[in-house]
C-alpha cells in the first residue's frame, strides 16, 4: 500500500466466474466505469486530505471546502478545486474475483488537468 484511495461503487457487481470473464471485464473500460469509480484521496487544489461528507453524498476537502460528488466530479460554480478528483486505473483481480488492484499515482496539485507526478 502506497496511498489511500476511495472505491465507490457505482453499479451492480458483474457476475464474474471465469478467468476470461475477469479479463473480459478488465479490458471494458465502459464496464468498469459502470461498476466502479477508484479516486485518490488527495484533494486537487492543495494536496489536502478529501474525506467523504458528513451526509455520505459526497466529498469534502476540510482545507479549503472544495467539494466533490460521490463519483469524484467537482461540485458548484465556487468550487476551489481546480478540477474532478482523480480516477485511478484499476482492475478485477484475476486470482480472486472479490478484491480489485489499484495502480496508486500521484497527481500535481492546482492544475486544471491531471498530471501524473
Not at 460521490?70 to 485511478?88: C, E, Q, T
Amino acid at each position: 500500500m502506497v496511498g489511500r484511495v476511495w472505491v465507490v461503487e457505482i453499479g451492480a457487481k458483474p457476475a464474474l466466474s471465469t478467468p476470461a470473464e475477469v479479463a473480459t471485464f478488465n479490458s471494458d473500460i465502459n464496464a468498469k466505469k459502470n461498476y466502479l469509480r477508484v479516486l485518490t484521496t488527495i484533494c486537487p487544489h492543495l494536496g489536502c486530505s478529501v474525506n467523504l461528507d458528513a451526509a455520505g453524498t459526497g466529498f469534502l476537502c476540510p482545507c479549503h471546502a472544495a467539494t466533490f460528488t460521490v463519483d469524484g466530479i467537482k461540485a458548484g460554480p465556487d468550487n476551489v478545486a481546480p478540477r474532478d478528483m482523480d480516477s485511478l486505473v484499476w482492475q478485477i483481480a484475476p486470482a480472486n474475483h472479490n478484491r480489485i488492484q489499484v495502480k496508486f499515482q500521484a497527481f500535481k496539485a492546482s492544475e486544471r488537468t491531471s498530471i501524473a507526478i
